[in-house]
């Protein structure tokens, strides 16, 4: 392999939306830093089974009008 052409391997804190933390190697950030998780295993809904709609700009609300008179529920 070529010398000094691979980033930087380090530990960090990972820490979970229900607050939990566990350490681990990567190249993300430095030494000691802690990545804080939006969406993880316990909360995102293709492991929970608990879909919601985020309704983004109105983006669903749109969609409910437009397509209100098809009958589909």
């Not at 070529?2 to 804190?13: F, G, R, S, V």
């Not at 820490?15 to 190249?27: A, Q, S, V």
């Not at 993880?40 to 008179?69: C, E, I, M, Y």
């Amino acid at each position: 392999m070529k010398a000094d052409i691979h980033p930087e391997y380090h530990e960090i804190t990972v820490i979970m939306t229900d607050g939990t933390e566990f350490k681990t190697r990567t190249t993300w950030g430095a030494e000691g830093d802690s990545m804080r998780l939006d969406i993880d295993p316990k909360s995102h809904p293709a492991w929970t089974g608990v879909h919601r709609l985020s309704d983004r700009g109105g983006q669903v609300a749109k969609f409910n009008q437009r397509f209100k008179g098809f009958g589909i529920k």
